[in-house]
């Protein structure tokens, strides 16, 4: 359960970003993961995302020093650093009735100006919306949100039942297991002791007395009469049973078997790339609508604080890192098809030019298109006779194998 809520999160933050113009990144990023690092962001939103899922939403507090009080709007103009971050899950948050933005001309309209948020200490005390960063949970309609208080909705909602179902197969197979040997004593003329009295007890006592000697001894002491004998259960598809309650489970949660329950993929051929690629694409999703919001706000808020030095262009954007790289061997094959294509792409250029559907310079064009090679097509068309010659130059089709020198 805890791997469920914990992974997904610490693996949105795990790459880290890059601030990006267009395709270069810009000078101020070396900087800017600098001051991210000495602040422990990834820490900090790791936890918040790990609240987010399990309680359905949480609050980030920003300590800004900025010269104002936490009930006064966050002032970036007088703004010099931020001191810290803490985290607080919903069951320490409240905002009273008059605690709304009650201007319907506002984009804020119906959202809380002001928090009430209990301290480790157990005091309460009053923070200005502008400085905190607001976690709102999964999705779920207005009315189960307005019985939470506003917060959303928790991973548990909907993994639940297969949790626990999982769960329950563990302990069916684990009192499978410690059953896995069954004594059976044949008594004889167990009827008529069972209708005396006093008859059970006498059964019973018998039958603690041949357990504890097998036990002790392994060896069982009976009358000529009775019959003893040990069934043994079979444990055949059992662990089919628990792999499949598995594979539902990871169904429910997006997160491969691999990783949720540390089982390398079964199957002939089996790699795994599919779960693996619907589980970045979940994480993705995360990076995407949780953390670029409060990532933007944050650089906006840290661009303003004088101590930190940074002046971020005024456009720019925030490119996650990839959460996979490919592996050497995986690189190569990869190098070793796009080869095997161009190779194939020049036969069938040859061939054109062949039947004459293609000339040199068009094939050349189209070898230049795609970026395989680095053509210098300066002096296509052009060819000098002499500098100090009084002759101009000679105007010739562009080709292979002019024959001029």
Known sequence: AAKV????ADESVRT???????????EQNDKVQSVLEDLRVKQIFSQAISWDRLYGGCLVLML?????????PLNLNSIRKIEQF????????SFGTNYYYSDPTDPRFGTPQWYTIVGYNGGS????????????GDTISNRIRRMRNGWGGKIFDRIAGDLMRFDGSLSLAFMALSRLSQGVLKLDNLANTMAMNGGEELVQKRLQLIDMARHLMN???????????????????VETIIQEFEQALSAVTDIPVTILFGRSPAGENATGDADFENYYNMVSRIQQRKLRPHLLRLLEVLNACSEYGLSLPAEYTIEFCPLWNASEKEQAETDKLKSESRASEATALNTLIQIGAL????????????GYYSIDDSLDGKVGINENSSEEEVEIPTGIGTGIQ
Request: net charge negative; hydrophobic share 35%; no cysteine.
């Open 359 to 370: 000339d040199a310079s068009e094939a050349r064009n189209t070898l230049k298109e795609n």
């Open 16 to 26: 880290g970003f890059e601030l990006k113009d267009g395709e270069e990144v810009i």
């Open 5 to 8: 809520i914990s992974a997904p």
């Open 125 to 136: 005390f009053l923070v200005h919306e502008s400085r905190v960063f607001r976690f709102d």
């Open 219 to 237: 060896t069982l002491a009976i009358e000529i009469a009775d019959e003893y004998d040990q069934k043994n259960i079979t444990l055949a598809g």
């Open 64 to 72: 800004a020093d900025d010269g104002g009080s936490l009930e006064d």
């Open 86 to 93: 803490l985290v607080y899950e919903p069951q320490d948050i």
